[in-house]
């Protein structure tokens, strides 16, 4: 079944502890990408990755950390998280950037305390 | 900068009616737009993918129409039923040097038996 995977679902942190959020695709695509989810603020985006090896930022990266060394994988990491970092985080992937539907994966719940 | 709208921000109807949502852009230079769906607590499942050339497509009750010029798209859903109740989302893939998805807040519907 093509999809894309988050781990893990929901995540209750300190101040300060660095975390990953790990997000893997199975249909060898090109493009993924980060958002988060806020009520009233919608979808942002805060990173995304072309290809392997190659990422850039979104509207609100401050805070984050990306990598793309697998096509199949693109983890999230906080290297300090704080609390305005409590969010629904979403992770996204296309065949390519243009022309094609976004599939989403089922997010990930982060609280910081 | 893109901006997406969504209008209403809330619609409860009952089963069986034919319903339009929309969503409007402030800048004509996309790739595409797309419209999805969440559930509570879900991540986003794809509906329709226009892309910039294309006036509407169709997949079984819901229609999506395109006038970029205008910078609008609307979502007509027929014969609603129960099961539609979600939130609905239009996002914009822009063009130019940082092209980005852009996601309107989002229209929940709720259809009543």
């Known amino acids: 079944e093509a999809q894309v995977t988050q781990n893990p679902r929901y995540l209750i942190t300190v101040t300060g502890k660095k975390l990953t959020v790990t997000c893997s695709q199975n249909m060898n695509h090109e493009y993924m990408s980060w958002y988060r989810q806020d009520p009233g603020l919608g979808l942002r985006q805060i990173y995304y990755s072309m290809n392997v090896e190659v990422t850039d930022k979104g509207d609100v990266p401050e805070g984050y950390k990306v990598s793309r060394k697998e096509k199949r994988n693109f983890p999230l990491i906080l290297e300090s998280p704080s609390p305005n970092q409590t969010s629904l985080y979403f992770c996204?992937?296309?065949?390519?950037?243009?022309?094609?539907?976004?599939?989403f994966g089922p997010g990930t719940r982060l609280t910081v305390t | 900068k893109q901006e997406v709208t969504q209008i209403p921000a809330a619609l409860s109807v009952p089963e069986g009616e034919n319903l339009v949502l929309n969503c409007s852009f402030t800048?004509?230079?996309?790739?595409?737009l797309q419209w999805f769906r969440q559930d509570p607590g879900k991540g986003l499942t794809s509906l329709l993918l226009i892309q910039s050339s294309q006036r509407e497509q169709t997949s079984g009750r819901l229609n999506a129409s395109l006038d970029k010029s205008s910078g609008r798209s609307t979502l007509y859903i027929a014969a609603s039923q129960p099961g539609d109740s979600a939130t609905y989302l239009c996002?914009?893939?822009?063009?130019?040097?940082?092209?980005?998805?852009?996601f309107g807040k989002g229209t929940k519907l709720t259809v009543n038996p």
């Open positions: 996002a914009v893939l822009t063009q130019g040097g940082s092209e980005k998805l852009v």
């Open positions: 996204a992937s296309s065949l390519v950037r243009v022309g094609y539907e976004q599939y």
């Open positions: 800048d004509s230079a996309i790739y595409n």
